[in-house]
């Protein structure tokens, strides 16, 4: 049978490209191969799961996390069993709910693939695709920086967002000798940072809080400033605290006005109810919502209440939030609602100019600064190579939202027409602007069900008996 199923390629083996995999391969022994297209040592633990700080944890619990939808705390069973809580007594807190090392994470998705991997069902190469063009009569052909060509009848993009941007201001203050950290992630990427250094933080959510954690960590003891426009910070997981509450999609809001309006209703209804109900209500509920809303309207949503979701969507671990209470406490952080107007090296450092929030600039001078702005959506497109040639011939377009790549709700990549690629995917975090939630689990886990499913069902041949399989996609590659 597998001579008329195409064969499937999937560029990205972070989170999102792993569990495309693992569904595609789960009890399905007449696919091909899947090939995964990851130059990182092990599938699964892309940007969110390979940091190796073992102060980046997950900021639910575990019980919440899962490769599938259909086992929800299958990390936690995983965990558990593997032991790897006995070495990190801090991650679990007396209630019981467990916060372990991101890495920790990562580890268990590569753990459920090792079988398909050893068994030949999903091939892992470790490359970095430089090209994928059309091939004549249909499929495609990938292009490798190892100077190898493979043809494809499926291609699958799960990568990551871009790096984070620094501001305009500090944009030509790169080549510092590592005091002005734009990716954070990157190996080392600290190590410049001196334990008395005075410290600017460009943004103040989830991201800015690991900085801290890492930081502190290290020894640092001197001064942090953080800022962005309106200073929110990430708020606190409450791990007890896993129901929602409130219906939002039933006659959903068709404005940005009307969405905001029925969720400060519903907080205000009952001010004894933790406000996390309330939001776990929202993004369970976030495809209705995004759904109903007319493309102005979603870019008027995330224009003006971005800052606010992300800051109590995407919540700090209780363990990370203790190092900034700390910090705060002691005067050793400080988080401003400011812009950055001007910035200049002074001597090592550099000299910024702030303008705080209805206020009066101020210059105010650092010895580092590292950027925490999340990732630079406008550069998606052109942060890499096959994604700039595909988009080049008209193969895809970057969503109206401006937060991805435009998709279909099946997860077809539209071309710059809006017609749907039937043999060209997206999935994952980049595919966010038609769906309006997908920066975390589980609804990550559930886009790659989805994706999983849509192709199964498109080149799975049903046979009736006696018949022939016709399969409708570009097969024989």
Same mark, same amino acid.
């Given at each position: 049978?597998?001579?008329?199923?195409p064969?499937?390629?999937?560029?990205?083996?972070?989170?999102?490209?792993?569990?495309i995999?693992?569904h595609?391969?789960n009890?399905?022994?007449?696919?091909?191969?899947?090939t995964?297209?990851?130059?990182?040592?092990?599938l699964?633990q892309?940007v969110?799961?390979g940091?190796?700080?073992?102060?980046?944890?997950i900021?639910?619990?575990?019980?919440?996390m899962?490769?599938?939808?259909?086992?929800?705390?299958?990390?936690?069973?995983?965990?558990?069993a593997?032991?790897?809580?006995e070495?990190?007594?801090?991650?679990?807190?007396?209630?019981g709910?467990?916060?372990?090392a991101r890495?920790?994470?990562?580890?268990?998705v590569?753990a459920?693939?090792?079988p398909r991997?050893a068994?030949?069902?999903?091939?892992?190469?470790?490359v970095?695709?430089?090209e994928?063009?059309?091939r004549?009569?249909?499929?495609?052909w990938?292009?490798?920086?190892?100077?190898?060509?493979?043809?494809a009848?499926?291609?699958?993009?799960?990568?990551?967002?871009p790096a984070p941007a620094?501001?305009?201001?500090?944009?030509?203050?790169a080549g510092?000798?590592?005091?002005?950290?734009?990716?954070?992630?990157?190996?080392g990427?600290?190590?410049?940072i001196?334990?008395?250094?005075r410290?600017?933080?460009?943004g103040t959510g989830l991201?800015?809080?690991?900085?801290?954690?890492?930081?502190?960590?290290?020894?640092?003891?001197?001064?942090?400033?953080?800022l962005?426009r =309106?200073?929110?910070?990430s708020?606190a997981?409450?791990?007890?605290?896993?129901?929602?509450?409130?219906d939002?999609?039933?006659?959903?809001e068709?404005?940005?006005?009307?969405?905001?309006? =029925?969720?400060?209703?519903?907080?205000?209804?009952?001010?004894?109810?933790?406000w996390q109900?309330?939001?776990?209500?929202?993004?369970r509920?976030?495809?209705?919502?995004?759904?109903a809303?007319?493309?102005?309207?979603?870019?008027?949503?995330?224009?003006?209440?971005?800052?606010?979701?992300?800051?109590?969507?995407?919540?700090?671990?209780?363990q990370?939030?203790?190092?900034?209470?700390?910090?705060?406490a002691?005067g050793?952080l400080?988080?401003?609602?400011?812009?950055?107007?001007?910035a200049?090296?002074?001597?090592?450092?550099f000299?910024?100019?702030l303008?705080?929030?209805?206020?009066?600039?101020e210059?105010?001078?650092?010895?580092?600064?590292?950027?925490?702005?999340?990732p630079?959506?406008?550069?998606?497109?052109?942060?890499?190579?096959?994604?700039?040639g595909?988009a080049?011939?008209?193969?895809?377009?970057a969503?109206?939202?401006?937060?991805?790549?435009?998709?279909?709700?099946?997860?077809?990549a539209?071309?710059?027409?809006?017609?749907?690629?039937?043999?060209l995917?997206?999935?994952?975090?980049?595919?966010?602007?038609?769906?309006?939630?997908?920066?975390?689990?589980?609804?990550?886990?559930?886009?790659?069900e989805?994706?999983?499913?849509t192709i199964l069902?498109?080149?799975?041949?049903?046979t009736?008996?006696?018949e022939r399989?016709v399969v409708g996609?570009?097969?024989?590659?």
């Amino acid at each position: 049978m597998t001579d008329s199923v195409p064969r499937i390629a999937i560029i990205g083996g972070g989170f999102s490209g792993a569990a495309i995999a693992w569904h595609l391969t789960n009890g399905d022994a007449s696919l091909p191969p899947v090939t995964v297209f990851e130059p990182r040592e092990a599938l699964g633990q892309g940007v969110a799961y390979g940091a190796r700080d073992p102060r980046h944890r997950i900021n639910v619990p575990a019980a919440r996390m899962s490769l599938t939808t259909a086992v929800l705390d299958d990390f936690d069973g995983w965990l558990r069993a593997d032991g790897a809580l006995e070495a990190d007594p801090d991650a679990v807190l007396p209630n019981g709910a467990a916060y372990p090392a991101r890495s920790v994470f990562g580890r268990y998705v590569a753990a459920r693939l090792a079988p398909r991997l050893a068994s030949g069902q999903v091939v892992h190469r470790r490359v970095r695709v430089t090209e994928v063009t059309p091939r004549p009569g249909g499929g495609w052909w990938i292009a490798t920086d190892d100077g190898e060509r493979t043809e494809a009848g499926i291609v699958v993009i799960a990568t990551s967002h871009p790096a984070p941007a620094p501001p305009v201001a500090l944009a030509g203050l790169a080549g510092d000798g590592g005091r002005l950290v734009v990716d954070p992630w990157a190996v080392g990427a600290l190590e410049a940072i001196g334990t008395e250094d005075r410290v600017l933080i460009v943004g103040t959510g989830l991201s800015m809080a690991d900085v801290v954690a890492s930081l502190d960590a290290a020894g640092h003891r001197g001064e942090i400033v953080a800022l962005s426009r =309106r200073g929110q910070v990430s708020q606190a997981d409450l791990s007890d605290v896993t129901d929602a509450w409130g219906d939002f999609s039933t006659d959903p809001e068709t404005t940005a006005r009307g969405v905001l309006g =029925r969720v400060r209703r519903a907080l205000g209804e009952d001010p004894a109810r933790p406000w996390q109900t309330v939001f776990n209500a929202v993004r369970r509920q976030a495809g209705a919502i995004w759904a109903a809303l007319p493309v102005v309207e979603r870019r008027r949503l995330v224009r003006h209440a971005r800052p606010f979701w992300d800051t109590r969507r995407f919540r700090i671990a209780p363990q990370v939030e203790q190092v900034l209470r700390r910090r705060i406490a002691e005067g050793t952080l400080h988080v401003l609602a400011a812009r950055i107007d001007a910035a200049a090296r002074d001597g090592d450092g550099f000299a910024v100019t702030l303008r705080r929030r209805g206020g009066e600039q101020e210059v105010a001078s650092f010895d580092a600064v590292v950027t925490t702005t999340g990732p630079d959506h406008a550069r998606i497109l052109s942060s890499q190579p096959f994604l700039a040639g595909l988009a080049r011939r008209g193969l895809l377009r970057a969503d109206p939202v401006g937060l991805g790549v435009d998709t279909d709700r099946e997860g077809h990549a539209l071309s710059a027409d809006g017609v749907a690629e039937a043999s060209l995917f997206v999935a994952g975090p980049l595919s966010r602007g038609t769906f309006g939630e997908l920066m975390g689990l589980p609804e990550v886990t559930a886009n790659a069900e989805m994706i999983a499913a849509t192709i199964l069902r498109a080149v799975v041949p049903v046979t009736p008996p006696g018949e022939r399989a016709v399969v409708g996609l570009p097969s024989g590659v």
